[in-house]
Each structure stands twice: as structure tokens, then as C-alpha cells.
């Protein structure tokens, strides 16, 4: 299994910003997918997930109703829509994919994915 962010650059305050990931080895619809986040000095956070087996998905507080997670089965990738950007969406953002059927309490816990890719940097400043 491989993972490739990538859509990551300079953006500012307001704007949006679409990150991509290539995932190969594994069918989309049939793990847990999503999007992490670290921002520097800081752990890594849950942003957004779809559910296995699901078009039903997850998003953080400081994620919902400004990002939005979609996905392109036929071609493997993941797509994470970022509108309204803040500089507190600066950090490096991470895809990940777990074998598990996340719920509510556990999709955005980093422990129950097992596979991550390497990380694409936003950051957010004028």
C-alpha cells in the first residue's frame, strides 16, 4: 500500500486550497480513508475520514463547513477541498488508511491507521 499527498503550497487567509491522494494497493471503499494534520509543536489531528465501506464520513470541528472530503474510486485518489482557509490551518497534511470501521469516538485517533503517506505542507499567510 502506498499513500501520495500532494496539493500542499502557500496560501492566504480566505482562500482554498485542494489537496490529492494517490492511493495504491488497496480498494478506497473498503477501508477507512482520511485526512490528518500537524501543525508545528503540535500532534497529529484528525481532519476528515469517509467511513469504511461508506459514503457516510467524519469531519473535525475546525474542519466542518469549511473543508470538504471527496474521493475518486476508479482512480484511487482522495481529495480534501479546503475553502476559507485560516493561518491555523498551517501544518503538514497527511492521508491515512485503516482497515478498521471507525466510529464517532475513534476515527480521528492516529493509533487505528495503519498506513500514512508522506505529508504535504500548507501553509497560510499573507
Known amino acids: 500500500v502506498q499513500l501520495q499527498a500532494s496539493g500542499g503550497g502557500l496560501a492566504q487567509p480566505g482562500s482554498s486550497l485542494k489537496l490529492s491522494c494517490s492511493i495504491s494497493?488497496?480498494?478506497?471503499?473498503?477501508?477507512?480513508i482520511g485526512w490528518f494534520r500537524q501543525a508545528p509543536g503540535k500532534g497529529r489531528e484528525g481532519v476528515s475520514c469517509?467511513?469504511?465501506?461508506?459514503?457516510?464520513?467524519f469531519y473535525s470541528a475546525s474542519a466542518k463547513n469549511r473543508f470538504r472530503i471527496s474521493r475518486d474510486n476508479s482512480n484511487s485518489v482522495l481529495f480534501l477541498q479546503m475553502n476559507s482557509l485560516k493561518p491555523e490551518d498551517t501544518a503538514i497534511y497527511f492521508c491515512?488508511?485503516?482497515?478498521?470501521?471507525?466510529?464517532?469516538?475513534?476515527?480521528?485517533?492516529?493509533?487505528?491507521?495503519?498506513?500514512w503517506g508522506l505529508g504535504t505542507l500548507v501553509t497560510v499567510s499573507s
Open positions: 494497493g488497496l480498494r478506497l471503499d473498503s477501508y477507512t
Open positions: 469517509f467511513r469504511r465501506g461508506s459514503t457516510s464520513t
Open positions: 491515512a488508511v485503516s482497515r478498521y470501521g471507525l466510529i464517532a469516538s475513534t476515527w480521528s485517533q492516529p493509533a487505528q491507521y495503519e498506513y
